[in-house]
């Protein structure tokens, strides 16, 4: 007769080694769906990376052509008419700048904060050097008298903050390419 203690040795004999092959397969299936999940990440990630690099690479050439166009020796030539007077002109230059910046305003998406900071700095410096220079030259000078004034402040000035946005521009560009 069949003891109650061999009976269940014989369960044991079939349950430990079905358990340890369960274990194994459900170890090996977490395992492998775990990789898959993280190689359709990284997959996804490149092809978002591959979509979005030449909307940062267009982001870096609208914030150096935004940098160029409000550097003050481009933006007095391309501002001034001779027949405002410096407080007129100061009022140009800087809703030229304002213009400039709103029509670059979304590229900050693109880039780094602190990129979009040193872009911020540069435009509030250069609105800050009008207005500074403007106080040196009377209400009812010219526009020339203005332009004049400037250009004495910028040739004492050797690095702008827009050289100095510039060159971030051109550094965080450098690390996509």
Known sequence: MVTTLEIILEIIKVTVPALIVFLTVFYMFKTYTENEQRNRIMEQRKDNKSMSFPFKMQAYERLALFCERISLSNLMLRVRDEK?????FRLALMVAIQQEYEH???QQVYVSEELWKIIMFAKNDTINIIDLVSQTVPNDGT?????R????YLNEVKN?????ARSAISQEASTFL
């Not at 004034?149 to 004495?152: D, L, R, V």
């Not at 702008?160 to 100095?164: E, G, N, P, V, W």
């Open 84 to 88: 405002m007077n410096a407080a007129d």
């Open 104 to 106: 670059n305003i979304s």
């Open 143 to 147: 526009s020339l008298d203005l332009s």
């Open 149 to 152: 004034a400037i250009f004495n």
């Open 160 to 164: 702008t903050s827009l050289d100095k």
